[in-house]
């Protein structure tokens, strides 16, 4: 079954801090990998997408990393910013003749001064 | 700012009724998504058209349906309303037709609250 899994759900951590969230996938056949950051209340902005060949796409202070072979890619945020405070929320497409695309459940993450 | 404009921004209801909600993809984009998203749920594709086409469906209701129309912009018609049906709707834009490798523009969403 396709499925996209998020963790933590929720993470609490202080400005200036860095962290890292991940996402685990089982979908088949894969064909690129977003990231989205959700402010409460508003729609999602993309911040990075990564096909099968890259392993690792910045944005400023997020930077993606991918391991197409376990399945698996991180969003590291460095020097958090209160303004990081949102739901990440990572997105997986198939690659196949028909569109298909996967979300997560996101991750809540908190940046407290 | 997306460039995608959604309207009304709040909306309240009562169950039973119909509501429509409208959105406006940004300058040049041809398809058009709908969402939903529930209170702490992921968002939920619903469906896309593409240049006035209906293009693909997703976990959308018989109760819903929408509309692409000739300039571009969207319709989401919600009826029989159901307290469960409460929810933010986002719409979406994007240029080409593959929601596998465009990128999508989402805008503010709609808060649709069924009393």
């Known amino acids: 079954k396709n499925q996209v899994e998020q963790s933590p759900q929720s993470l609490i951590i202080l400005e200036g801090k860095n962290c890292t969230l991940q996402?685990?996938?089982?979908?088949?056949?894969?064909?690129?990998l977003r990231w989205y950051k959700q402010d409460t209340g508003r729609g999602p902005v993309s911040l990075t997408i990564?096909?099968?060949?890259?392993n690792t796409k910045s944005n400023g202070r997020y930077t993606a990393t991918l391991d197409a072979d376990t399945k698996q890619s991180s969003l590291h945020i460095t020097a958090s910013q209160l303004s990081d405070s949102a739901s990440y929320i990572c997105?997986?497409?198939?690659?196949?003749?028909?569109?298909?695309?996967?979300f997560g459940p996101g991750t809540s993450l908190s940046v407290i001064p | 700012d997306s460039g995608v404009t959604q309207t009304p921004k709040h909306l309240i209801t009562a169950t039973g009724q119909r509501v429509t909600l409208r959105c406006s993809p940004r300058?040049?984009?041809?398809?058009v998504y709908w969402y939903q998203q529930s209170l702490d749920q992921g968002l939920q594709f619903l469906i896309q058209?593409?240049?006035?086409?209906?293009?693909a469906k997703g976990n959308i209701l018989e109760r819903f349906s929408a509309q692409q129309f000739p300039d571009l912009h969207s319709e989401l018609n919600l009826s029989s309303l159901e307290l469960g049906d409460s929810a933010l709707y986002f719409c979406?834009?994007?240029?080409?037709?593959?929601?596998?490798?465009?990128?999508?523009?989402f805008g503010p969403g709609t808060r649709l609250t069924v009393l």
């Open positions: 997105v997986v497409s198939l690659k196949t003749s028909y569109d298909k695309v996967i």
């Open positions: 300058s040049g984009d041809l398809s």
């Open positions: 058209y593409y240049n006035g086409e209906e293009r």
């Open positions: 996402c685990n996938y089982t979908v088949s056949p894969f064909s690129n």
């Open positions: 979406a834009s994007s240029v080409g037709i593959r929601v596998s490798t465009d990128t999508q523009y």
């Open positions: 990564m096909t099968f060949s890259e």
